[in-house]
């Protein structure tokens, strides 16, 4: 089993680094997740620490685990109240539109026999706000700072598509799936910070990871 690496840690909370192809809950169909190591990571506590968020199983970076119930409580309530800041390195397969702005598209949940369940921009859908810059090109694709306001189910991946003109590389369901040098959605959790009233704020930043790097990819 690898080790997970830790990148925040204190009596209430720890960040870690979530390495890409590890889900956060148990399959549906079984298999391996991040609940194999949460006993590993209660480091000497009472309790494992629990997710407080999710990323998407191919999706890399920073996760917040909280360590006790009153933790989770405060955490929960942060991202209620949009406390807390997270940006997202990506590689879009194409180029985007500009250097900067702003996404605003509302996303609602569909499904079908045939491609099973997506995300779709849709007017009665949901808030979501994602704000981006370019980072750097790499050959016929781009690298993309993302820092969402809201926190939508592939909210990014819908967001790249339909707000950048380009899926992101290696998205099976919303671009062309895998391909040479990347095997994954190539989306990682970079950053993450979290306000705590009376207390010093939680701040984690997850190193870009080496299927980025081959990509030619650097955090600029």
């Not at 405060?74 to 194409?94: D, H």
């Amino acid at each position: 089993m690898p080790d997970i690496p830790i990148l925040y840690e204190d009596g209430e909370a720890l960040v870690i680094d979530k390495p890409a192809g590890l889900p956060v809950d148990r399959p549906r169909k079984g298999g391996a997740s991040l609940n194999d190591h949460l006993d590993r990571l209660k480091l000497g506590f009472q309790r494992p620490p629990v997710a407080v968020h999710r990323l998407d199983t191919d999706t890399s970076g920073c996760l917040l685990l909280a360590r006790n119930p009153k933790a989770l409580a405060r955490f929960n309530r942060a991202f209620e109240e949009r406390l807390v800041g997270k940006t997202y390195l990506a590689i879009l397969a194409g180029r985007p539109p500009g250097t900067s702005g702003t996404v605003e598209l509302a996303l609602a949940k569909i499904s079908s026999a045939e491609k099973g369940w997506r995300m779709i921009a849709a007017k009665k859908g949901k808030p979501a706000v994602s704000h981006w810059e370019l980072v750097g090109e790499l050959g016929p694709h781009s690298l993309i700072r993302f820092r969402p306001e809201t926190g939508r189910t592939h909210q990014l991946r819908v967001h790249a598509l339909k707000g950048l003109g380009a899926p992101l590389l290696g998205d099976p369901v919303y671009g062309a799936g895998p391909v040479a040098g990347a095997r994954r959605t190539m989306l990682h959790a970079e950053s993450l910070a979290v306000t705590r009233p009376g207390k010093t704020a939680i701040e984690a930043r997850a190193p870009l990871p080496a299927d980025f790097l081959a990509l030619g990819a650097s955090d600029g």
